[in-house]
């Protein structure tokens, strides 16, 4: 679980993230693995706005760890890794692939929503085949992220198919997210 939002502590998560923004790339690096989900994705959202190439290469060792919220993680920081520019948008293809194929619900479901980060404009063919294999997914949050992401699907025929399709899910949200996607595929 990347972070469950939860408004009672707003203030407490606004106090950290302005804790952290004093931190250096390297002490951040090291909160990312911290067991508290809330300490390891504001330290993971500091990141993305750092695109140092040490933050890249411990990245990439997390999408192969063990243990499955660094894989989660690191997923994460790829999808948004350099805002705005994301400069490691094309060397972040490969490992994201392996995510999406990953066991756990979570880790595909945050690779799914990088590459809807990542290719907000220009979808790679192989980004938009790995989301259209997901379609089917045993997840319904994994099938949200996959109609994100496909709102803005190169292959405008094909994601219009798979977002009709996912409109009959028998997922509220998925039916929701479809529906918005399909909205912003055909208003392009």
């Known amino acids: 679980m990347i972070d469950e939002i939860d408004s009672t502590d707003s203030t407490l998560r606004l106090l950290l993230w302005k804790t952290l923004k004093n931190y250096s790339s390297a002490e951040l690096l090291n909160l990312i693995c911290d067991s508290d989900y809330v300490v390891r994705t504001a330290a993971a959202k500091q990141l993305h706005f750092r695109p140092e190439s040490e933050v890249f290469d411990r990245v990439l ?18 999808g948004q890794l350099g805002t705005p520019k994301k400069p490691y948008r094309e060397q972040s293809i490969s490992p994201l692939l392996s995510l999406m194929q990953d066991a756990s619900v979570d ?44 709102g803005s699907a190169t292959n405008i025929d094909q994601a219009e198919k798979i977002l009709l399709q996912l409109l009959s899910d028998l997922d509220e949200e998925v039916r929701e997210y479809a529906a918005l996607s399909l909205d912003i595929l055909l208003d392009r």
């Open 107 to 150: 880790v595909r479901a945050a690779a799914a929503a990088a590459f809807g980060h990542l290719f907000y404009k220009d979808m790679p063919v192989v980004v938009e085949e790995a989301l259209f294999d997901r379609v089917n997914d045993n997840d319904a949050t994994v099938r949200c992220n996959v109609a994100l992401a496909l």
């Open 61 to 78: 060792k997390l999408c192969s760890s063990d243990i499955e919220f660094e894989r989660e993680i690191s997923a994460f920081i790829l």
